[in-house]
């Protein structure tokens, strides 16, 4: 808007408006449509949307002069309602903006209409829905009035002023939909009374429970030629009042909310009620009372003579007054009156003859100077346009908290200033008043304001601010012990607010400064929390090893985000001050490795420790080993070493005892370094324990030896433990009867004894002869007599074992002789019509191939030669090998013809000596010649077993019907073809 432009300007709308029609007496506007009401009983309709006009004679069949008293249209511009008085008495009209003629309304004939007030929630332009007219007599009607009925549906009596009577000269209504109906508000003035009625249901209900109940009203003394009440309607809803009375302007804000209960009562909905006196009005002495009044937003309009004057509701000031330029007939009454139509936002006055309109250029533009100039700073900035005008209210609400010393209010205030004063301006402020504690709540408010793009700014205010905190709290440390009390309840309060002020700040405070300047000051406990925010956590964690707390220390290293390094590195300190805290936090993480912890658990395994403490990094290690698993030699090794410096060694035995690879494929018995393990072991004297390192190494005569120093009994364990070695076997045993030959004490007949006992429990494996050498030369024989003659009885036996098995093999052997002879004897009858197996023809055959003669088969006759088996098959000699190799693997097949070209390459002769070497009945003994022994190795390639019963026959079950070299011939023997016929075709049937 420009600068200067007035609020409202005047404007001639219509010069002669009346159209000789008489004068104007009323007017009334709604959506750009004004009617006029004459001197002569005419309702002039100006409806400047449309561009048209039009004229209504209501004085038509009435006699005498007729004026319009009221004329009345709803906010949309479809009704009217207009009065007309004359001779005959008062009568009241209604007309659409679709009718041609008015419809008088029959049931208030009689009654001057002075208000009407509209439901402008539910009006339409077909139907009023609810009205409300107010008389002169001081009563309520209501009517309603659908457009195409061309009448009124009813008219309802309401109300009547009984207590007081007197004439109803305003009237408004405003309506809010609540859970269980509508709710009505309806306020009604006189010249002197303001009366509001309220209520849920419809209109006639609500009117009916003032019949028991007294009207709530508010009464102002003094006269007025016109009283008047308006709303001023914003978004279609009703938000202040204003009524024009005899002592003032009584005026008000209205609040339909949903705050307001549900349930009938004598709410008025009434808030910030004033009353603006007509003093203000006028320079002078005398008091002028406005004639007519209109409302806007923030200002009352109020016609004083001839001129309007513009008043700030808000100020109650003047801040212009408005000419008309009238007629020079129309001067002497000036302007009769004024109205609004709250639809368009104007403003109109009319004389006798024209009309004005009252435009409104931007009436909140100066409105937040107005609130600031009353302090109203709420409302100041409510009605601000852009960032300087809030500076401008900021700043003032500022300069009055810093006047009234109330320094933290108006650090808060100059933090919102962006324009009017510069960032130094204001700190410099504060400092030349030494206000410490407002400037840091003006740096933090500031902070708040500033965007994250001043992100230079925003650290450069979080250090200021921090060192200003910190400054703080090093004064209060400093306070008289006298104020201990209270100070110690501020100190700690500001301790918190400083920690959430770094929490906050974390990421935009520089990590260096910020721990240096606490630091600086000494303070170590903010020192290890902005460290812990800003996830230094070595920094924290030395910090609580220092102050003894090992479990805050250990609670920082098992955060998720903590580096595993420090767990190293801190591992020594952590398990010095608190071992079992230590261990225990150690078992619960979970990506920790033992090996790197070794140093620690040294440096902890060194100190001196009590007989009966549990020594935790044994229970550690126990913890790798069997728990997680571990298979480093470091953790086993260390473990061992451990185990070797107790006193009992009852632990180090199990732990060597225990397999450790046990369950896993060719998996480790153990993982530590048995050669460390004995070394340590001897020097920590754990003999046993050496014993059993000896044994597993399988160095079994030292692991003997060594027992023999401890424990025979161990010894002779060891002993039995080698089982795969008879002769290692047997000399450990010999080293422990040795040992108990020389080492037993007593006389000598009892030594004698106890060396014959001891050989019984070598389960035979020494004799009296082995351990005789260990006895001295002057022992008397008698003394192993009973051992010498049980040993030699031993020997007899064997003897006798002995002889009785060598007759057994000599019996056998001639069993197998007999039956050698018993096979050559043997025979099978065959069947002259008995056939081969392979080619079908008879076995007993006149021809045969005589080149069989050449490969070692002798003929019968002249039948050829056969093969016959137990299970009476019967094979040609060549078709048995010529089955058998095309059955065979190729293998085989080759080792048969092998030895069939063997038996082809010796010649005739000797064949021929061979079989005529035969006698019958004769039993060879001399050793087989070389035909003899290919061709029995041929009859045991080919006829070991029969092949249609034997294991060739089962290995065919596997193999397909059809071979692969067979399957081409086989596919051309399914084929299909074509029958191709030459010649004359003849049918044939078949006879039945």
């Not at 007519?292 to 003047?318: C, D, P, T």
């Not at 006055?349 to 937040?368: C, K, L, P, T």
């Not at 933090?415 to 504690?437: G, H, P, R």
């Not at 095309?886 to 030895?899: F, M, V």
Request: glycine share 6%.
């Amino acid at each position: 808007m420009e600068v200067g432009k007035p609020v409202f300007s005047v404007d001639l709308l219509e010069r002669y408006a009346a159209k000789g029609r008489g004068v104007i007496t009323c007017m009334a506007a709604g959506n750009d449509v004004i009617v006029l009401g004459t001197s002569k009983g005419w309702v002039i309709k100006h409806d400047f949307g449309a561009g048209d006009s039009n004229d209504i004679d209501l004085s038509a069949g009435r006699g005498g002069e007729q004026s319009i008293h009221r004329v009345f249209v709803d906010p949309g511009g479809s009704h009217c309602i207009a009065t007309i008085i004359g001779n005959g008495g008062p009568d009241t009209f209604y007309t659409h903006a679709k009718w041609s003629k008015p419809r008088v309304l029959a049931k208030l004939k009689g009654l001057t209409v002075n208000a009407v007030a509209w439901n402008k929630q539910q009006i339409t332009e077909a139907s009023t829905s609810e009205v409300i007219l107010c008389t002169d007599n001081g009563q309520l009607h209501e009517i309603c009035v659908d457009e195409k009925d061309k009448k009124e549906k009813y008219t309802n009596f309401l109300f009547e002023l009984k207590e007081l009577p007197d004439s109803f000269m305003g009237l408004q209504m405003e309506t809010a939909s609540v859970s269980n109906g509508t709710r009505f508000y309806v306020m009604a003035v006189t010249a002197t009374r303001l009366y509001s009625f309220t209520g849920i249901g419809s209109l006639e209900t609500v009117f009916m429970t003032y019949a028991d109940r007294p009207v709530r009203f508010m009464e102002l003394p003094g006269e007025i030629p016109n009283s008047e009440l308006h709303f001023f309607i914003k978004q279609r809803r009703a938000v202040h009042f204003a009524w024009l009375s005899g002592a003032g302007i009584y005026h008000g804000g209205l609040n339909f909310g949903a705050s307001h209960s549900s349930s009938v009562g004598d709410e008025n909905f009434v808030e910030s009620k004033a009353l603006l006196d007509f003093s203000k009005l006028s320079d002078g002495a005398d008091t002028v009372k406005p004639n007519s009044l209109a409302l806007s937003e923030y200002h009352f309009l109020l016609l004083m003579g001839s001129k309007v004057k513009v008043v700030n509701r808000i100020s109650e000031q003047i801040i212009e007054e408005l000419q008309f330029d009238q007629t020079s007939e129309s001067l002497s009454k000036g302007i009769i009156g004024l109205c609004s139509d709250a639809s368009a936002g104007l403003f109109y006055a009319y004389d006798q003859h024209s009309i004005f309109q009252v435009s409104v250029n931007d009436e909140g533009r100066d409105m937040w100077k107005v609130y600031l100039d009353l302090k109203e700073y709420a409302g100041a900035l409510e009605n601000c346009r852009d960032p300087l005008q809030r500076d401008q209210v900021y700043l003032a609400q500022a300069e009055t908290a810093f006047l009234a010393k109330e320094f933290n209010r108006a650090a808060s205030f100059y933090a919102k200033i962006n324009y009017m004063l510069s960032f130094e301006d204001i700190t410099l402020k504060f400092i030349s008043v030494n206000e410490q504690d407002a400037l840091r709540t003006f740096l933090l408010r500031k902070l708040d304001n500033l965007t994250k793009d001043d992100k230079c700014q925003i650290t450069m205010i979080s250090t200021w601010a921090t060192e200003l905190y910190l400054d703080k709290i090093n004064r209060l440390l400093l306070e008289d012990e006298t104020a201990a009390e209270n100070r110690s309840s501020e100190y700690h309060l500001i301790i918190r607010e400083f920690r959430a002020f770094l929490s906050d700040s974390k990421d935009v405070l520089d990590e260096a400064t910020t721990m240096k300047l606490l630091e600086s000051y000494g303070r170590v406990d903010e020192l290890v929390f902005f460290a812990n925010l800003k996830e230094q956590y070595e920094i924290v964690v030395h910090h609580y090893i220092q102050q003894g707390e090992a479990r805050k220390a250990l609670e920082v290293l098992r955060k998720p985000s903590m580096p595993v390094d420090l767990q190293y590195k801190f591992a020594p300190d952590l398990i010095m001050l608190d071992a079992y805290e230590t261990v225990e936090s150690w078992m619960t993480a979970k990506d920790l490795n033992p090996r790197k912890l070794i140093p620690a658990m040294m440096r902890y395994s060194s100190e001196p420790h009590a007989k009966n403490e549990t020594h935790e990094v044994i229970k550690y290690l126990e913890f790798c080993v069997h728990r997680l698993q571990n298979e480093d030699p470091g953790i086993h090794n260390l473990l061992i070493s451990l185990y070797a410096k107790q006193e009992d060694d009852s632990a180090l035995l199990r732990f060597l005892q225990y397999k450790f690879g046990k369950g896993r494929t060719n998996g480790p018995e153990f993982f530590y370094d048995p050669k460390y393990a004995l070394r340590l072991c001897l020097k920590e004297k754990r003999m046993r324990a050496c014993v059993h390192i000896y044994s597993m190494m399988s160095m079994h005569e030292e692991a003997v030896a060594l027992a023999l120093q401890i424990d025979p009994e161990l010894a002779k364990a060891e002993a039995d433990k080698v089982e795969d070695d008879e002769d290692l076997r047997k000399k450990l045993w010999l080293m422990v009867a040795k040992h108990v030959v020389q080492q037993e004490k007593g006389t000598k007949r009892e030594n004698i004894r106890q060396a014959i006992a001891f050989l019984k429990e070598t389960d035979g494996l020494l004799k009296i002869e082995d351990i005789l050498p260990f006895f001295p030369d002057f022992a008397l024989i008698d003394d192993f007599k009973e051992a010498i003659c049980s040993s030699l009885e031993d020997y007899n036996k064997q003897i006798e074992q002995l002889k009785q098995e060598m007759n057994d093999a000599t019996h056998g052997a001639d069993n197998i002789r007999n039956d050698i002879n018993a096979l050559a004897q043997r025979y099978a009858v065959i069947d002259p019509e008995e056939e081969c197996g392979v080619c079908r023809k008879r076995i007993i055959s006149a021809g045969w191939d005589q080149r069989l003669a050449r490969v070692g088969y002798s003929s019968v006759g002249h039948m050829a030669p056969f093969y016959i088996f137990p299970c009476r098959h019967a094979f040609h000699a060549q078709c048995l090998i010529t089955h058998v190799t095309s059955r065979t693997n190729r293998a085989q097949a080759e080792y048969i013809l092998d030895l069939q070209k063997q038996l082809t390459l010796v010649g005739g002769d000797d064949i021929k000596e061979s079989n005529g070497g035969i006698r019958e009945g004769e039993v060879v003994t001399a050793s087989l010649s070389p035909v003899d022994k290919t061709r029995s190795q041929l009859d045991d390639a080919i006829a070991s077993e029969c092949p249609f019963c034997g294991d060739l026959m089962i290995r065919e079950i596997s193999l397909p019907f059809i071979l692969p070299d067979e399957e081409a011939n086989e596919a051309s023997t399914w084929e299909i073809k074509p029958l191709n016929v030459v010649g004359p075709q003849r049918s044939l049937s078949l006879s039945a």
